[in-house]
DNA sequence: TAGATTGTTAATCGATTAACAATC
DNA sequence: TAGATTGTTAATCGATTAACAATC
């Protein structure tokens, strides 16, 4: 099992076992890579390589077995032992991902909120408790927290990145539109909504004067 | 101004330009390459690269000029006419997603939401009016709407989809976890939240290993 | 066997990085 | 001029694609 898996590669397999966990409950036994591949919208060729990288070996005669791989995938992903995640800043955005999150997969939870307004203290939000910011450093720490997820507005987001390090923590995913400054065992994915759509519109409207050249 | 610019790109120059515009309004000047790389966390060649790949030069002795060349970027990526967007699924994403992007930039905004949830429809959510997703496929024709975000449930994304590309839609924004089935030209923007989630406990767990290695 | 698959290697493509010349 | 920048080209790196041998 290589450590050197490249993250693009690790977010595909992450969506084949969703696809493998969907065929699994149709009472699909077997899928070849080209099926499996048209649904996750890669290349069977690709999809190949995937789950090669991860030492499973399909039939050429049946193809995959859905759920053997699908237990194969989840192995490579997922600690045996669970890892809790909490989410700091409930405002609309932080709100909704809770809803999104809120226990969706056994082995990878949210556990706790977090947030500095008084008035969301103590509160149970889609079956998550908020706490105070104040107590977050003690919480991740007494908790092995190792996963977070950042909501807070822009002008908070590195303070809390910095006392989500301190504590332990090694994975952050941010939605506050700044480069986090962490170290480099610290892995980051960056959600920029406005980004997003930035890039959106621009593809949709260079596709408008393709079509007008 | 070529047609061909990458995506990564765009993604850069949107955020070179967020970050031009804060230190416009610090009145600061001008910005070496290595200042504003710094704050992106990109190199400083990378940035040069993009930043001439746009047309814009800069001046070895002073850097760029901060203002003009946030107006450059803003000329390559926004529609001088203006960009109205819409929504379709207010639920908790939806409606924070409409919390998010209202009002925020005048060049491109969410104009209109819907959803088939009656209880919902002719309410005002964060400034935006929500209308019945039966009359989707007539606004977005009648308004020219160019780009759309998808917040419905995963069994409904499809279908919404097919209405936005029948009505002339060229770029979407998707929460819901499938891959839409689209022409080619049309432009599909995914966020796959539990995708993000699960690679930040993956590296956060890789992290792990390797200390303990 | 024949056929369609899978595992594996070689070729291609693109983005990134590094190095250097041009400029104020 | 000297120095630190910018624009530009060449080298590197990695992922993807294409081609092929191995397998049931």
């Known amino acids: 099992m290589p450590l050197n898996t490249s993250e693009k590669t690790v977010g595909?397999?992450?969506l084949y076992r969703r696809l493998l966990q969907e065929l699994s409950t149709a009472s699909v036994s077997y899928v070849y890579s080209h099926q499996l591949a048209t649904k996750a919208g890669v290349t069977a060729a690709k999809l190949r390589r995937d789950i090669m990288a991860i030492g499973y070996t399909g039939s050429?005669?049946?193809g995959y077995d859905v759920v053997k791989l699908a237990e194969s995938i989840a192995h490579f992903?997922?600690?045996?032992e669970?890892?809790?995640a909490v989410i700091i800043g409930v405002g609309n955005l932080g709100r909704a991902i809770m809803s999104y999150f809120g226990g969706r997969r056994p082995k990878l939870q949210l556990v706790a909120a977090f947030d500095s307004d008084e008035k969301k203290v103590n509160r149970v939000i889609?079956?998550?408790r908020c706490f105070s910011a104040d107590s977050l450093e003690e919480y991740i720490v007494q908790n092995s927290i190792k996963v977070?997820?950042?909501t807070v507005p822009v002008t908070q987001a590195?303070?809390?990145?910095?006392i989500l390090v301190r504590s332990g923590v090694k994975g952050i995913m941010n939605f506050a539109p700044?480069?986090?400054r962490v170290p480099s065992d610290v892995f980051i994915e960056d959600i920029d909504l406005a980004i997003s759509l930035e890039k959106v519109a621009y593809f949709a409207r260079q596709n408008k004067q393709k079509k007008e050249a």
Do not use: F, T, Y
Not at 77 to 80: A, C, G, Q, V
Not at 158 to 162: E, L, R, T
């Open 126 to 128: 889609h079956n998550i």
């Open 178 to 180: 700044i480069h986090l």
């Open 60 to 62: 050429p005669s049946k």
């Open 82 to 84: 669970g890892q809790p």
């Open 77 to 80: 992903l997922e600690d045996p």
């Open 12 to 14: 595909r397999l992450s």
């Open 158 to 162: 590195q303070n809390v990145a910095d």
């Open 148 to 150: 977070a997820v950042i």
